[in-house]
């Protein structure tokens, strides 16, 4: 596991303060007035003397926010500090207390024996994360549309990309001892990180923190897409069923995709035309999509987590 150095992707404040009121763990004063602080009037407001972090001494001097650009992300920058302290205060007691199931390591140090979940278990799992080809896809298509000679409309993308998965994205974690796939649907409005399209790609190593939700038995299946879950409560499930069919269907479609784009010939360049201000020799070079995990859901069994934190 990570230790105690944790770089942030996805943090729920509100969990981790939810969580430390059923412990009995008072939230102190300078955290609940940097909180306050920061969603008051958009940070418009207005800190008076310095601002006070829990375990790490005094933020600046006397702060002038006054709605301005630097004032808001003095506000954001000093929450996210205190929203990682509360979370370190979580962590620590549910280690103190024994409540924390992590993987892989528990199962290396309990091989041979069946682990079971609970509803609501504390769970740490490390391992690779991924979202949905879908999402990638989608991702790289908004990415492409910025590149000369690539046919792509960036707002066509980010408008399918908004319609079809909303407020939520699917995130599935694969750890080494391979008995279990972990899924969750984290918020967006969680996302520590600037642009999610480089994150989550299956290429690094994360460490999450969350709750059990429930356990999708074997035959079943957890839809990475919110909008297909949630359709789940009211079709049955051979009508969901057919459109996973259509979204399999899409995905192989996309899959194989091949353009002629032309790219700088750089090899036919002469100092002559680096001088010039003119375009570069161009050849054409194919581009060609090649997707190996296509699966847009997850079959049982599989943890479903609520996570509350996402870090490496």
């Known amino acids: 596991m990570t230790g105690d150095l944790r770089q942030f992707v996805y943090l729920d404040s509100l969990a981790v303060q939810s969580l ?7 939230i102190t004063e300078e955290a609940i007035e940097v909180t306050e602080e920061s969603y008051e009037g958009g940070g418009s407001a207005g800190a008076k003397g310095s601002v006070s972090v829990p375990g790490l001494g005094n933020l600046g001097g006397n702060l002038d926010l006054s ?9 954001e920058t000093t929450k996210r ?24 390591e528990e199962r290396a140090t309990n091989s041979g024996s069946q682990l079971s979940f609970d509803n609501g278990q504390m769970i740490e799992i490390e391992g690779m994360a991924k979202t949905d080809p879908f999402y990638r896809m989608l991702n790289v298509a908004s990415v492409f549309a910025n590149i000369s000679g690539i046919d792509v409309d960036e707002s066509q993308v980010r408008d399918a990309r908004e319609s079809i998965y909303g407020e939520e994205v699917g995130l599935v974690v694969e750890t080494s001892e391979g008995d279990y796939s972990y899924a969750m649907s984290m918020a967006k409005e969680n996302l520590w990180i600037d642009d999610p ?26 839809d990475y897409i919110d909008l297909l879950r949630v359709a789940g409560t009211v079709l049955s499930e051979n009508s969901i069923d057919s459109i996973r069919e259509l979204g399999n269907q899409l995905v192989d479609l996309i899959d194989g995709f091949e353009q002629e784009v032309p790219f700088p010939d750089l090899g036919n360049v002469s100092p002559e035309d680096l001088q010039n201000d003119g375009d570069p020799p161009t050849k ?8 190996e995990d296509k699966a847009l859901s997850v079959e049982g069994v599989a943890v479903i987590i609520q996570p509350i934190a996402i870090y490496w």
């Not at 054409?284 to 997707?291: E, N, P, T, V």
């Open 20 to 26: 430390l009121a059923s412990l009995n763990i008072p």
């Open 67 to 75: 709605g301005s650009k630097t004032g808001t992300e003095i506000l």
């Open 81 to 104: 500090i205190n929203d990682q302290y509360l979370f370190s205060q979580l962590y620590q007691k549910l280690k103190e207390n024994n409540d924390l199931t992590q993987l892989p």
């Open 197 to 222: 399209r480089r994150e989550f790609l299956g290429t690094r190593s994360y460490t999450v923190l969350g709750r059990v939700e429930e356990i999708v038995p074997p035959n079943k299946e957890w």
């Open 284 to 291: 054409q070079s194919s581009i060609k999509l090649d997707i």
